[in-house]
Nanobody, 114 residues
Framework: QVQLVESGGGLVQTGGSLRLSCAASGSIFSSNAMGWYRQAPGKQRELVAI??????PIYAESVQGRFAISRVNTKMVYLQMNSLKPEDTAVYYC?????????WGQGTQVTVSS
């Protein structure tokens, strides 16, 4: 079992920055992919950024150049979000893919005011 706990969301003005953190516990290893997804009201959950099993980052086109994902150790993943836009407003979820199973955190709200 894997548990994921996000933190760092909040309210920020357009152009501001936030840093999201995800702390994992349980049976997770550096070879397991971890990342961030988001879901805005009335929309489907979408990929924001992930670090693959080989350690390579992948970003959604909409956040490329503004967001940066990092994995400091096996169980901590961060998402640095800069130049935030109102369209980045969503609930952000931490995700881990472990041996074919997908695990999700409870989500953290990010609101960008115009």
């Amino acid at each position: 079992q894997v548990q994921l706990v996000e933190s760092g969301g909040g309210l920020v003005q357009t152009g501001g920055s936030l840093r999201l953190s995800c702390a994992a516990s349980g049976s997770i290893f550096s070879s397991n992919a971890m990342g961030w997804y988001r879901q805005a009201p009335g929309k489907q959950r979408e990929l924001v950024a992930i670090i693959t099993a080989s350690g390579s980052p992948i970003y959604a086109e909409s956040v490329q150049g503004r967001f940066a994902i990092s994995r400091v150790n096996t169980k901590m993943v961060y998402l640095q979000m800069n130049s935030l836009k109102p369209e980045d407003t969503a609930v952000y979820y931490c995700n881990a893919a472990v041996y074919g199973s997908m695990y999700w955190g409870q989500g953290t709200q990010v609101t960008v005011s115009s």
